[in-house]
């Protein structure tokens, strides 16, 4: 929906107004051919260069931007979901009375999609955190798992080496249950 080149860039008006200073016009004067310009550039759906052109008048202490700022916050083809809260503001500290249950009501749409985004990311990360928390709990038990395995083996390596028959016989039987079950499992055996 945006145009690809805007009606006027910011340098555009910045040149504009040199031209305006140069030519003696006052500073409510080439505050109003601002204004003019980015309501066009609003109406155009320029949002980018609209949100600038507003910034600018909002810098300059214009109050009468409010009104192109609650455009700028309405407009749900702008996705900078935190520039159209900060216009929203701005328009709430200069809008006229009548205005005002307005500009409530879409400052607090904003602040709650702002909250439900951040939100839906913090449950994101916190996902991520879990998964990767499990993934490596998973591959510690796992290494864990294997180091118990071999020196279960070298254990029963050595007592087939050492002992008679009547303990090795004795003690296979518990090396060999525990030496299955971990096998078996891909956790470890519980100690009953």
Same mark, same amino acid.
Request: proline residues 0%; aromatic residues 0%; hydrophobic residues 45%.
């Given at each position: 929906q945006k145009s690809a080149k805007p009606l006027f860039s910011p340098e555009q008006?910045?040149?504009l107004e040199q031209i305006g200073i140069l030519l003696g016009l006052s500073d409510s004067q080439l505050q109003e051919i601002i204004l003019d310009i980015a309501t066009q550039t609003i109406k155009k759906k320029q949002y980018s260069t609209g949100l600038l052109h507003c910034r600018k008048l909002m810098n300059d202490g214009n109050e009468n931007a409010w009104r192109l700022c609650l455009l700028l916050a309405e407009a749900d083809s702008l996705d900078d979901l935190p520039a159209r809260l900060e &216009? #929203?503001?701005f328009a709430l500290q200069f809008c006229s009375v009548e205005s005002l249950p307005t500009i409530l009501e879409v400052h607090k749409d904003l602040q709650q999609r702002l909250a439900f985004l951040q939100l839906?990311?913090?449950k994101s %990360? %916190?996902?991520k955190a879990v998964n990767e928390a499990e993934k490596k709990s998973s591959e510690k038990k796992h290494h864990v798992r294997r180091n118990l395995l071999l020196l279960l083996g070298k254990a029963k390596?050595?007592?087939r080496e050492r002992s008679s028959g009547t303990a090795q016989? #004795? %003690? &296979?039987g518990p090396i060999n249950k525990l030496l299955l079950s971990l096998i078996c499992s891909a956790d470890f055996p519980s100690s009953s």
């Open positions: 008006v910045q040149n &216009m #929203a503001s839906t990311k913090d %990360l %916190l996902s390596k050595s007592l016989h #004795a %003690l &296979m």
